[in-house]
C-alpha cells in the first residue's frame, strides 16, 4: 500500500466516524463495519501486502534458525516471532473477513 492509499483509506475511516484508521481496519476485519467494493479491493491489496511482510519475516526466522544470522540477540528474535504471528492473523482475520 502506498502513501495516497493509505490517506485515501484514512479519509474513508474518519468518513465512517473512526478517528484511528487502525480501528476502522479492526471493525472491517470482525464485521463490526461493512464495507463496499472499493473497500474489498483495498482489504485485497493489504492482504497481499501481508503475505509479503509474513514471508519476508519467515526468510528471517528461516535465516536465524540455520545459522546464518548470527548476531541477532534472544529479544531480536523474539519481536521477529511475534511480528509474524501478528502477521499470519490478520491475514487469517481479513481472509475470514472476504470470504
Aim: overall charge negative; cysteine-free; proline content about 0%.
Amino acid at each position: 500500500m502506498d502513501d495516497d492509499e493509505l490517506e485515501d483509506f484514512i479519509k474513508r475511516a474518519r468518513k465512517a466516524g473512526y478517528e484511528e484508521h487502525r480501528d476502522f481496519l479492526d471493525a472491517l476485519i470482525s464485521g463490526e463495519a461493512g464495507f463496499d467494493r472499493r473497500e474489498r479491493h483495498d482489504l485485497l491489496r493489504i492482504k497481499g501486502e501481508l503475505g509479503k511482510q509474513g514471508s519476508n519475516l519467515n526468510q528471517l526466522t528461516f535465516a536465524v534458525n540455520a545459522g546464518r544470522l548470527t548476531v541477532m540477540s534472544a529479544d531480536d528474535r523474539r519481536v521477529i516471532d511475534q511480528a509474524r504471528i501478528a502477521v499470519e492473523t490478520a491475514a487469517e482475520q481479513i481472509r475470514a473477513r472476504l470470504a
